[in-house]
Protein backbone atom coordinates (compact mmCIF):
# COMPACT_ATOMS: atom_id res chain seq x y z
CA UNK A 1 0.00 0.00 0.00
CA UNK A 2 0.85 3.35 -1.39
CA UNK A 3 2.50 5.41 1.76
CA UNK A 4 2.62 2.41 4.21
CA UNK A 5 5.63 2.40 6.86
CA UNK A 6 8.81 0.34 6.13
CA UNK A 7 12.24 -0.60 7.39
CA UNK A 8 13.44 -0.81 3.69
CA UNK A 9 15.00 2.38 3.33
CA UNK A 10 17.87 1.90 0.58
CA UNK A 11 21.25 3.65 1.30
CA UNK A 12 20.29 4.70 4.71
CA UNK A 13 24.05 4.86 5.68
CA UNK A 14 24.78 7.20 3.05
CA UNK A 15 22.38 9.81 4.07
CA UNK A 16 23.65 12.81 6.24
CA UNK A 17 23.06 12.16 9.95
CA UNK A 18 20.15 15.23 10.05
CA UNK A 19 18.09 13.04 7.25
CA UNK A 20 18.51 9.83 9.00
CA UNK A 21 17.55 11.06 12.15
CA UNK A 22 14.21 12.92 10.18
CA UNK A 23 13.85 9.32 8.83
CA UNK A 24 13.31 7.46 12.04
CA UNK A 25 11.62 10.20 13.48
CA UNK A 26 8.75 10.16 10.74
CA UNK A 27 9.02 6.08 10.86
CA UNK A 28 8.39 6.40 14.92
CA UNK A 29 6.37 9.18 15.36
CA UNK A 30 8.50 11.09 17.44
CA UNK A 31 7.73 14.34 18.45
CA UNK A 32 10.06 17.37 18.77
CA UNK A 33 11.00 16.87 22.27
CA UNK A 34 12.29 13.19 21.69
CA UNK A 35 14.28 14.24 18.48
CA UNK A 36 15.94 17.18 20.36
CA UNK A 37 16.59 14.55 22.97
CA UNK A 38 18.76 11.59 20.65
CA UNK A 39 20.01 14.96 18.96
CA UNK A 40 22.21 15.76 22.41
CA UNK A 41 25.71 14.35 21.44
CA UNK A 42 27.09 16.22 25.04
CA UNK A 43 30.42 15.52 25.37
CA UNK A 44 30.89 13.39 21.95
CA UNK A 45 31.40 15.49 18.57
CA UNK A 46 28.46 14.02 16.31
CA UNK A 47 31.42 13.70 13.41
CA UNK A 48 33.27 10.70 16.20
CA UNK A 49 30.15 9.46 16.94
CA UNK A 50 29.72 9.05 13.47
CA UNK A 51 32.98 7.70 12.10
CA UNK A 52 32.66 5.21 15.11
CA UNK A 53 29.68 3.28 13.98
CA UNK A 54 26.96 3.28 11.03
CA UNK A 55 23.81 4.69 10.78
CA UNK A 56 24.06 6.76 13.28
CA UNK A 57 21.02 9.15 14.43
CA UNK A 58 22.34 10.55 17.84
CA UNK A 59 23.98 9.85 21.64
CA UNK A 60 22.93 8.10 24.96
CA UNK A 61 24.70 9.78 28.20
CA UNK A 62 25.34 6.80 30.90
CA UNK A 63 26.77 8.35 34.43
CA UNK A 64 30.64 8.53 34.65
CA UNK A 65 31.45 8.20 37.99
CA UNK A 66 34.53 7.12 40.00
CA UNK A 67 35.06 4.44 42.70
CA UNK A 68 37.75 5.64 45.40
CA UNK A 69 39.66 4.36 48.06
CA UNK A 70 41.50 1.52 45.89
CA UNK A 71 45.23 0.46 46.66
CA UNK A 72 46.27 -1.84 44.09
CA UNK A 73 49.39 -3.32 44.04
CA UNK A 74 50.74 -0.35 46.53
CA UNK A 75 49.34 1.94 44.39
CA UNK A 76 46.50 4.39 44.81
CA UNK A 77 43.65 4.68 42.46
CA UNK A 78 40.69 6.48 41.40
CA UNK A 79 38.69 4.16 39.05
CA UNK A 80 36.42 5.69 36.62
CA UNK A 81 33.04 3.61 36.03
CA UNK A 82 29.96 4.38 33.47
CA UNK A 83 26.48 2.25 34.87
CA UNK A 84 23.15 2.93 35.51
CA UNK A 85 22.63 0.67 38.34
CA UNK A 86 22.63 2.10 41.48
CA UNK A 87 24.51 1.34 44.75
CA UNK A 88 27.56 -0.23 42.01
CA UNK A 89 29.72 2.71 42.45
CA UNK A 90 28.54 3.01 46.27
CA UNK A 91 29.46 -0.59 47.29
CA UNK A 92 32.99 -0.84 45.15
CA UNK A 93 34.07 2.18 46.81
CA UNK A 94 33.22 0.93 50.88
CA UNK A 95 34.71 -2.60 49.54
CA UNK A 96 37.84 -0.67 48.60
CA UNK A 97 38.16 0.92 51.81
CA UNK A 98 38.26 -2.36 53.86
CA UNK A 99 40.74 -3.65 51.33
CA UNK A 100 43.58 -0.96 51.85
CA UNK A 101 45.73 -3.20 54.51
CA UNK A 102 48.88 -4.86 53.85
CA UNK A 103 48.89 -2.72 50.19
CA UNK A 104 45.45 -3.36 49.24
CA UNK A 105 44.24 -5.54 46.70
CA UNK A 106 46.78 -7.72 44.81
CA UNK A 107 45.94 -8.24 41.26
CA UNK A 108 48.88 -9.77 38.52
CA UNK A 109 47.83 -9.96 34.86
CA UNK A 110 49.70 -12.80 32.69
CA UNK A 111 51.46 -12.36 28.99
CA UNK A 112 48.28 -10.69 26.88
CA UNK A 113 48.51 -13.17 24.15
CA UNK A 114 45.11 -13.66 21.82
CA UNK A 115 44.31 -16.63 19.99
CA UNK A 116 43.66 -16.10 15.98
CA UNK A 117 41.44 -18.51 14.37
CA UNK A 118 42.05 -21.18 11.50
CA UNK A 119 39.55 -23.60 10.72
CA UNK A 120 40.86 -26.30 7.85
CA UNK A 121 37.96 -28.61 5.86
CA UNK A 122 38.11 -31.03 3.33
CA UNK A 123 40.66 -33.04 5.08
CA UNK A 124 40.95 -36.83 3.89
CA UNK A 125 43.40 -37.27 6.96
CA UNK A 126 43.02 -34.56 9.61
CA UNK A 127 45.35 -35.82 12.09
CA UNK A 128 48.13 -36.17 9.59
CA UNK A 129 47.22 -32.51 8.78
CA UNK A 130 47.65 -31.66 11.81
CA UNK A 131 51.55 -32.80 12.41
CA UNK A 132 52.16 -31.10 9.01
CA UNK A 133 50.91 -27.71 10.97
CA UNK A 134 53.35 -28.26 13.59
CA UNK A 135 56.21 -29.40 11.57
CA UNK A 136 55.72 -25.77 9.92
CA UNK A 137 55.24 -23.69 12.67
CA UNK A 138 58.37 -21.60 12.49
CA UNK A 139 57.41 -20.65 8.87
CA UNK A 140 53.53 -20.07 9.98
CA UNK A 141 54.80 -17.69 12.51
CA UNK A 142 57.29 -15.86 10.55
CA UNK A 143 54.80 -15.07 7.95
CA UNK A 144 52.35 -13.76 9.97
CA UNK A 145 55.16 -11.40 11.53
CA UNK A 146 55.24 -9.84 8.51
CA UNK A 147 54.02 -6.43 7.78
CA UNK A 148 54.04 -5.75 11.95
CA UNK A 149 57.19 -4.27 12.65
CA UNK A 150 55.56 -1.87 15.09
CA UNK A 151 54.23 -4.33 17.11
CA UNK A 152 57.53 -6.66 17.16
CA UNK A 153 59.64 -3.36 18.34
CA UNK A 154 57.33 -3.65 20.67
CA UNK A 155 58.15 -7.03 21.99
CA UNK A 156 55.10 -8.44 20.67
CA UNK A 157 54.02 -10.61 17.84
CA UNK A 158 53.10 -13.71 16.83
CA UNK A 159 54.63 -16.17 19.28
CA UNK A 160 53.50 -19.90 18.55
CA UNK A 161 51.33 -22.54 16.87
CA UNK A 162 48.99 -24.70 18.15
CA UNK A 163 46.65 -27.84 16.15
CA UNK A 164 44.10 -29.76 17.09
CA UNK A 165 41.22 -31.86 15.63
CA UNK A 166 37.94 -31.39 16.65
CA UNK A 167 34.85 -33.53 16.05
CA UNK A 168 31.72 -31.86 14.38
CA UNK A 169 28.52 -32.25 13.48
CA UNK A 170 29.54 -32.35 9.54
CA UNK A 171 32.61 -34.46 10.82
CA UNK A 172 36.02 -33.83 11.95
CA UNK A 173 38.19 -30.53 11.17
CA UNK A 174 41.77 -28.86 11.91
CA UNK A 175 41.84 -26.20 14.26
CA UNK A 176 45.09 -23.53 13.92
CA UNK A 177 45.72 -21.81 16.60
CA UNK A 178 47.76 -19.07 16.28
CA UNK A 179 48.83 -17.39 19.68
CA UNK A 180 49.87 -13.75 19.23
CA UNK A 181 51.26 -11.09 21.65
CA UNK A 182 49.61 -7.83 21.29
CA UNK A 183 51.02 -6.18 23.86
CA UNK A 184 48.90 -2.83 24.62
CA UNK A 185 46.16 -3.23 22.68
CA UNK A 186 43.27 -5.15 22.56
CA UNK A 187 43.99 -7.19 19.20
CA UNK A 188 41.14 -8.30 17.48
CA UNK A 189 42.28 -6.46 14.81
CA UNK A 190 45.88 -7.71 14.75
CA UNK A 191 44.80 -11.25 15.28
CA UNK A 192 42.32 -11.23 12.32
CA UNK A 193 45.32 -10.16 9.76
CA UNK A 194 47.68 -11.87 11.17
CA UNK A 195 45.28 -15.40 10.56
CA UNK A 196 43.97 -14.05 7.23
CA UNK A 197 47.72 -14.01 5.91
CA UNK A 198 48.83 -17.31 6.77
CA UNK A 199 45.77 -19.31 6.28
CA UNK A 200 46.70 -19.37 2.40
CA UNK A 201 50.11 -21.39 3.71
CA UNK A 202 48.44 -23.70 6.04
CA UNK A 203 46.04 -24.21 2.81
CA UNK A 204 49.31 -25.15 1.12
CA UNK A 205 50.71 -26.93 4.09
CA UNK A 206 47.54 -29.49 4.89
CA UNK A 207 46.09 -29.67 1.56
CA UNK A 208 42.69 -28.40 2.85
CA UNK A 209 40.43 -25.60 2.74
CA UNK A 210 41.17 -22.58 5.46
CA UNK A 211 37.30 -21.38 6.10
CA UNK A 212 36.85 -19.28 9.23
CA UNK A 213 40.25 -17.63 10.10
CA UNK A 214 39.51 -15.00 12.92
CA UNK A 215 40.08 -14.30 16.64
CA UNK A 216 38.67 -16.33 19.53
CA UNK A 217 37.56 -14.11 22.35
CA UNK A 218 37.51 -17.27 24.96
CA UNK A 219 41.42 -15.01 25.93
CA UNK A 220 42.32 -18.04 28.16
CA UNK A 221 45.86 -17.23 27.98
CA UNK A 222 45.40 -13.33 28.73
CA UNK A 223 44.34 -13.75 32.37
CA UNK A 224 44.42 -11.66 35.46
CA UNK A 225 44.59 -12.73 38.84
CA UNK A 226 43.61 -10.85 41.94
CA UNK A 227 43.72 -11.71 45.40
CA UNK A 228 42.86 -9.87 49.11
CA UNK A 229 42.80 -10.22 52.66
CA UNK A 230 39.78 -8.54 54.54
CA UNK A 231 40.37 -8.90 58.40
CA UNK A 232 37.52 -10.21 60.48
CA UNK A 233 37.39 -7.27 62.44
CA UNK A 234 36.61 -4.70 59.12
CA UNK A 235 34.22 -7.11 57.86
CA UNK A 236 32.38 -7.14 60.89
CA UNK A 237 33.85 -10.31 62.78
CA UNK A 238 33.97 -13.89 62.09
CA UNK A 239 30.39 -14.56 61.71
CA UNK A 240 30.04 -12.75 58.85
CA UNK A 241 33.34 -14.04 57.75
CA UNK A 242 31.59 -17.92 57.78
CA UNK A 243 28.54 -16.37 56.73
CA UNK A 244 30.57 -14.69 53.39
CA UNK A 245 31.81 -18.02 52.76
CA UNK A 246 29.12 -19.85 52.78
CA UNK A 247 27.60 -17.66 50.07
CA UNK A 248 30.34 -18.15 48.27
CA UNK A 249 29.33 -21.95 48.69
CA UNK A 250 26.50 -21.72 47.24
CA UNK A 251 27.39 -20.23 43.89
CA UNK A 252 30.00 -22.94 43.79
CA UNK A 253 27.37 -25.49 44.36
CA UNK A 254 24.72 -24.41 42.02
CA UNK A 255 24.69 -22.63 38.83
CA UNK A 256 21.76 -20.99 39.17
CA UNK A 257 23.41 -18.81 41.84
CA UNK A 258 26.85 -18.97 40.14
CA UNK A 259 25.67 -16.96 37.20
CA UNK A 260 24.43 -14.03 39.29
CA UNK A 261 27.52 -14.62 41.81
CA UNK A 262 29.74 -13.43 38.38
CA UNK A 263 26.95 -10.84 36.95
CA UNK A 264 28.04 -9.00 40.66
CA UNK A 265 32.17 -9.41 39.70
CA UNK A 266 30.54 -7.97 35.95
CA UNK A 267 28.80 -5.18 37.49
CA UNK A 268 32.23 -3.80 38.31
CA UNK A 269 34.56 -5.05 35.36
CA UNK A 270 31.72 -3.77 32.70
CA UNK A 271 31.63 -0.61 34.52
CA UNK A 272 35.58 0.22 34.42
CA UNK A 273 34.92 -1.02 30.31
CA UNK A 274 32.83 1.24 29.25
CA UNK A 275 34.41 4.11 30.97
CA UNK A 276 37.47 3.37 29.22
CA UNK A 277 35.44 2.30 25.84
CA UNK A 278 36.68 -1.22 25.62
CA UNK A 279 35.13 -4.65 24.38
CA UNK A 280 32.69 -5.10 26.73
CA UNK A 281 31.21 -7.85 25.24
CA UNK A 282 34.53 -9.85 24.62
CA UNK A 283 35.43 -9.10 28.05
CA UNK A 284 31.96 -10.40 29.20
CA UNK A 285 31.85 -13.60 26.73
CA UNK A 286 35.04 -14.89 27.95
CA UNK A 287 34.58 -14.23 31.56
CA UNK A 288 31.37 -16.64 31.49
CA UNK A 289 32.96 -19.09 29.19
CA UNK A 290 35.59 -19.42 30.94
CA UNK A 291 32.90 -19.69 34.29
CA UNK A 292 32.27 -23.00 32.46
CA UNK A 293 35.66 -24.34 30.85
CA UNK A 294 35.62 -27.55 33.16
CA UNK A 295 31.85 -28.60 32.10
CA UNK A 296 30.03 -27.17 34.70
CA UNK A 297 29.65 -23.21 35.17
CA UNK A 298 30.98 -21.98 38.30
CA UNK A 299 31.95 -18.50 39.97
CA UNK A 300 35.03 -16.69 38.81
CA UNK A 301 35.97 -16.33 42.67
CA UNK A 302 36.79 -18.57 45.80
CA UNK A 303 36.27 -16.90 49.32
CA UNK A 304 37.81 -18.37 52.43
CA UNK A 305 38.36 -18.23 56.00
CA UNK A 306 42.14 -18.55 56.77
CA UNK A 307 44.21 -19.78 59.80
CA UNK A 308 43.07 -16.71 61.58
CA UNK A 309 39.78 -16.06 60.59
CA UNK A 310 40.08 -13.50 58.41
CA UNK A 311 38.43 -13.63 54.92
CA UNK A 312 40.62 -14.08 51.97
CA UNK A 313 39.34 -13.96 48.14
CA UNK A 314 40.98 -15.00 44.90
CA UNK A 315 39.94 -13.94 41.61
CA UNK A 316 41.04 -15.18 37.42
CA UNK A 317 39.27 -14.45 34.35
CA UNK A 318 40.29 -13.50 31.57
CA UNK A 319 40.47 -9.62 30.79
CA UNK A 320 41.48 -8.84 27.29
CA UNK A 321 41.52 -4.89 27.31
CA UNK A 322 43.46 -2.52 25.77
CA UNK A 323 45.00 0.94 25.91
CA UNK A 324 45.92 1.86 22.34
CA UNK A 325 44.12 1.43 19.20
CA UNK A 326 40.31 1.71 18.81
CA UNK A 327 37.56 3.34 20.80
CA UNK A 328 39.86 3.64 23.48
CA UNK A 329 41.66 6.31 22.08
CA UNK A 330 38.91 7.64 19.80
CA UNK A 331 36.55 8.55 22.51
CA UNK A 332 37.42 11.47 23.79
CA UNK A 333 35.83 10.80 27.51
CA UNK A 334 37.53 6.97 27.45
CA UNK A 335 40.61 9.55 26.88
CA UNK A 336 40.27 11.20 29.97
CA UNK A 337 39.23 8.03 32.16
CA UNK A 338 42.23 6.78 31.06
CA UNK A 339 44.25 9.50 32.28
CA UNK A 340 42.02 9.75 35.77
CA UNK A 341 43.13 5.92 35.99
CA UNK A 342 46.24 6.70 35.49
CA UNK A 343 47.30 2.85 33.76
CA UNK A 344 50.38 2.81 31.48
CA UNK A 345 49.65 -0.54 29.91
CA UNK A 346 47.03 -3.08 28.85
CA UNK A 347 48.19 -5.28 31.53
CA UNK A 348 47.74 -2.55 34.37
CA UNK A 349 44.73 -2.30 33.24
CA UNK A 350 43.74 -5.44 33.75
CA UNK A 351 45.02 -5.94 37.24
CA UNK A 352 42.78 -2.60 38.49
CA UNK A 353 39.88 -4.23 36.31
CA UNK A 354 40.29 -7.68 38.20
CA UNK A 355 41.03 -5.93 41.73
CA UNK A 356 37.50 -3.67 40.72
CA UNK A 357 35.70 -6.83 40.01
CA UNK A 358 36.95 -8.65 43.34
CA UNK A 359 35.73 -5.67 45.32
CA UNK A 360 32.41 -5.42 44.00
CA UNK A 361 32.05 -9.36 44.36
CA UNK A 362 32.79 -8.99 48.42
CA UNK A 363 30.58 -6.22 48.84
CA UNK A 364 27.60 -8.20 46.83
CA UNK A 365 28.20 -11.28 49.29
CA UNK A 366 28.53 -9.19 52.42
CA UNK A 367 25.59 -7.48 51.93
CA UNK A 368 23.85 -10.70 50.93
CA UNK A 369 25.06 -12.52 54.22
CA UNK A 370 24.18 -9.88 56.64
CA UNK A 371 21.38 -7.51 56.02
CA UNK A 372 20.08 -8.81 52.41
CA UNK A 373 20.38 -7.00 48.96
CA UNK A 374 17.45 -5.26 49.24
CA UNK A 375 18.12 -3.14 51.81
CA UNK A 376 21.37 -1.74 50.49
CA UNK A 377 20.00 -0.80 47.78
CA UNK A 378 16.42 0.66 48.39
CA UNK A 379 17.27 4.20 48.67
CA UNK A 380 18.68 4.26 45.46
CA UNK A 381 16.10 2.54 44.00
CA UNK A 382 13.85 4.72 45.66
CA UNK A 383 15.54 7.73 44.37
CA UNK A 384 15.41 6.34 40.50
CA UNK A 385 11.70 5.75 40.81
CA UNK A 386 10.76 9.36 42.69
CA UNK A 387 12.57 10.70 39.46
CA UNK A 388 10.96 8.98 37.11
CA UNK A 389 8.00 9.79 38.86
CA UNK A 390 8.56 13.54 38.16
CA UNK A 391 10.08 14.72 40.80
CA UNK A 392 13.31 17.15 40.96
CA UNK A 393 15.72 19.01 43.54
CA UNK A 394 14.78 18.84 47.14
CA UNK A 395 11.28 17.03 45.92
CA UNK A 396 13.07 13.52 45.07
CA UNK A 397 14.70 13.10 48.56
CA UNK A 398 11.36 13.96 50.36
CA UNK A 399 9.90 11.21 48.24
CA UNK A 400 13.05 9.07 48.86
CA UNK A 401 12.63 10.08 52.72
CA UNK A 402 8.77 8.99 53.07
CA UNK A 403 9.02 5.84 50.96
CA UNK A 404 11.87 4.00 52.44
CA UNK A 405 10.41 5.21 55.77
CA UNK A 406 7.05 3.65 55.39
CA UNK A 407 9.05 0.59 53.42
CA UNK A 408 6.70 1.29 50.32
CA UNK A 409 9.28 1.35 47.32
CA UNK A 410 7.12 1.45 44.15
CA UNK A 411 6.53 3.62 41.35
CA UNK A 412 2.98 3.99 41.77
CA UNK A 413 3.81 5.23 45.63
CA UNK A 414 6.59 7.58 43.68
CA UNK A 415 3.94 9.18 41.26
CA UNK A 416 1.09 9.84 44.01
CA UNK A 417 3.76 11.65 46.81
CA UNK A 418 5.09 13.66 43.77
CA UNK A 419 1.78 14.61 42.82
CA UNK A 420 0.60 14.70 46.63
CA UNK A 421 3.96 16.93 47.63
CA UNK A 422 3.76 19.23 44.90
CA UNK A 423 0.25 20.20 45.47
CA UNK A 424 0.94 21.08 48.73
CA UNK A 425 4.52 23.20 47.75
CA UNK A 426 2.05 25.33 45.34
CA UNK A 427 -0.16 25.75 47.94
CA UNK A 428 2.22 27.10 50.68
CA UNK A 429 3.40 29.30 48.02
CA UNK A 430 -0.22 30.80 47.57
CA UNK A 431 -0.47 29.11 44.16
Do not use: C
Not at 101 to 111: K, Q
Not at 190 to 199: D, F, K, L, Y
Not at 280 to 287: G, L, N, Q, T, W
Not at 292 to 299: I, L, N
Amino acid sequence: MAGARTSRIPEFYKKPMEERRRIVAEFAGLTEEEVKLISNFGNLDPEVADRMIENVIGAMSYPLAVAVNFLINGKDYIVPMVIEEPSVVAAASNAARLMRRDGGIRSRATEQLMIGQIQVVKLKAPYYAMALVLEHKDEIVRLANEGHESLLKAGGGARDVEARVVEGPRGPMLVVHLLVDVRDAMGANVVNSMVERVAPLIERITGGRALLRIVSNLADRRLVRSWVKVYKEDVGGEEVVDAIVDAWAFAAADPYRAVTHNKGIMNGVIAVALATAQDHRAIEAAAHAYAARDGRYKPLSVWEKDADGNLVGYLEMPMPVGVVGGAARVHPVARVALKILGVKSAAELAEVMGAVGLAQNFAALRALATEGIQRGHMELHARNLAMMAGARGELVDKVVEIMVREGKVSFSYAQELVKKLSAEGEADRGG
